[in-house]
């Protein structure tokens, strides 16, 4: 298999973690988006979108967006899984999940942010913006898993909705955001950080890091 993605992409993050957790090997191949070189038009073919992560397969298998490229690999190497098995968990699971990678953050991504500047909207502004993005739905989030047993998001395994948070944190802090406030998706977090999946999956811990 083939990840392309990029160190501090929260999406490839995500992605990363999943391969990890199941014991696969993807050779990484980055893609500087801050340089653009995701809309090289050789990249284009594999995703239209020009964004991370995309994931080849073996036999010409391309599969774009995280959520997608991380259920079928739960569905392709079911252990350990990602996803409950009661249905109402797994709801529960992928709600959060897309509370996280649909509504915080495409509003705070690299592509936005560079067209808000483009735009004209002062640096002091936009960083209020992503700030202001993390901050209202990580609340939201934390009040999703407040009646959870953890010390996971949903319980005593990782599951999507922790491969999402971790990486999310992370933006939050990186956009100046106080995230104590938030004790539920911290205690998750902690917990997450402890297994060597999640370490090796950090950005730092990529080779194309800076």
């Given at each position: 298999?083939?990840?392309?993605?990029?160190?501090?992409?929260?999406?490839?993050?995500?992605?990363?973690?999943?391969?990890?957790?199941?014991?696969?090997?993807?050779?990484?191949?980055?893609?500087?988006?801050?340089?653009?070189?995701?809309?090289a038009?050789?990249?284009?073919?594999?995703?239209?979108?020009?964004?991370?992560?995309?994931?080849?397969?073996?036999?010409?298998?391309?599969?774009?967006?995280?959520?997608?490229?991380?259920?079928?690999?739960?569905e392709?190497?079911?252990?350990?899984?990602?996803?409950?098995?009661d249905?109402?968990?797994?709801?529960?699971?992928?709600?959060?999940?897309?509370?996280?990678?649909?509504?915080?953050?495409?509003v705070?991504?690299?592509?936005?942010?560079?067209?808000?500047?483009?735009?004209?909207?002062?640096?002091e502004?936009?960083?209020?913006?992503?700030?202001?993005?993390?901050?209202?739905?990580?609340?939201?989030?934390?009040?999703?898993?407040?009646?959870?047993?953890?010390?996971?998001?949903?319980?005593?395994?990782?599951?999507?909705?922790?491969?999402?948070?971790?990486?999310?944190?992370?933006?939050?802090?990186?956009?100046?955001?106080?995230?104590?406030?938030?004790?539920?998706?911290?205690?998750?977090?902690?917990?997450?950080?402890?297994?060597?999946?999640?370490?090796?999956?950090?950005?730092?811990?990529?080779?194309?890091?800076?």
């Amino acid at each position: 298999m083939k990840l392309h993605g990029y160190f501090r992409s929260s999406a490839a993050y995500r992605v990363r973690i999943a391969l990890n957790l199941k014991g696969l090997t993807a050779e990484h191949l980055p893609h500087h988006l801050r340089k653009g070189e995701q809309m090289a038009p050789d990249y284009l073919v594999l995703n239209p979108q020009g964004l991370v992560p995309t994931l080849e397969g073996d036999g010409g298998t391309v599969l774009t967006q995280s959520l997608a490229i991380i259920e079928w690999l739960d569905e392709t190497h079911p252990n350990p899984p990602l996803l409950p098995k009661d249905p109402l968990q797994r709801g529960k699971v992928r709600a959060f999940a897309l509370a996280i990678a649909c509504d915080i953050h495409p509003v705070q991504n690299l592509k936005v942010l560079a067209r808000l500047r483009q735009l004209g909207v002062a640096e002091e502004k936009v960083t209020e913006w992503a700030a202001w993005a993390n901050r209202e739905g990580l609340s939201a989030c934390e009040a999703l898993i407040k009646g959870e047993k953890g010390p996971f998001c949903f319980g005593a395994a990782p599951t999507m909705a922790d491969l999402c948070l971790v990486p999310q944190l992370g933006n939050a802090r990186r956009f100046g955001v106080d995230v104590s406030g938030f004790p539920r998706l911290l205690e998750a977090e902690a917990a997450a950080k402890a297994m060597k999946a999640f370490a090796d999956a950090a950005p730092d811990k990529q080779a194309d890091a800076e």
